[in-house]
């Protein structure tokens, strides 16, 4: 099917465990985006690539690392796992001709 | 540092009445987004707001925005139980094509029968 796709739709894992969001999109579009959703901050910005190989900061970078090898798949990695990272976490893409962003349906960590 | 504010954060609210929220933010921007976000699900795009006087309107839903007071509204009219859901704003840091969204914290609407 056309459209973006996050894995896992939940993943409950402990303290300190390395643990791997995936996302995979079918358009070919050149940006995507990793966001948190907490309560009371709206979403934030973990990272964003504007490339295959092309990676940059968003405004809450610490603790997690993304790759980008192919266009299609841009996952997210906690190295190892705090309480304060649970949270819903968003992939995004988007269409540069009309300048409109596609979330995906999003994963709920659960950090115990 | 961009900062996106909303007011309300909460909004309850009889069938049948006119509402609007706010989203003000502080740096300039050409591009603002307003989503809708129901319990547990993704967020769904509402309106792409391109430019200073820009309007657009769907439904009961009509949304604005003012660049030089850098502000954006979404007009709620004659407001149905369908149209609760959470309403996020959003602004486009990114110059050119690079996109980057700094959000609201959001507006919850309860639309009472």
């Known amino acids: 099917d056309a459209g973006i796709t996050q894995s896992p739709r939940y993943k409950i894992t402990e303290t300190g465990r390395q643990v791997t969001l995936m996302c995979h999109q079918t358009?070919?579009?050149?940006?995507m985006f990793w966001y948190r959703q907490d309560l009371g901050h709206g979403l934030r910005l973990i990272y964003y690539?504007?490339?295959?190989?092309?990676?940059d900061k968003g405004e809450v970078p610490d603790g997690y690392v993304v790759s980008r090898s192919k266009t299609e798949n841009f996952p997210l990695t906690l190295e190892s796992a705090t309480r304060s990272q649970t949270s819903v976490y968003f992939c995004?893409?988007?269409?540069?001709?009309?300048?409109?962003?596609?979330f995906g349906s999003g994963t709920r960590l659960t950090v115990v | 540092e961009l900062k996106v504010e909303q007011n309300p954060l909460f909004l309850s609210m009889q069938e049948g009445k006119n509402y609007t929220i706010y989203c003000n933010y502080s740096?300039?921007?050409?591009?603002l987004y307003w989503y809708r976000q129901d319990p547990g699900k993704s967020l769904e795009s509402l309106f792409v707001l391109l430019s200073n006087g820009a309007v657009k309107q769907e439904g009961r839903l009509m949304a604005s925005l003012d660049t030089k007071a850098r502000l954006s509204t979404l007009h709620i009219t004659a407001a149905v139980h369908d149209l609760s859901a959470t309403y996020f704003c959003?602004?486009?840091?990114?110059?050119?094509?690079?996109?980057?969204?700094?959000f609201g914290q959001g507006t919850t609407l309860q639309v009472k029968p």
């Open positions: 358009w070919s579009h050149s940006y």
């Open positions: 740096t300039t921007s050409d591009r």
């Open positions: 959003a602004v486009d840091t990114g110059s050119g094509n690079t996109g980057k969204l700094i």
């Open positions: 690539s504007a490339a295959a190989d092309i990676t």
């Open positions: 995004a893409t988007l269409t540069q001709a009309t300048y409109g962003y596609t």
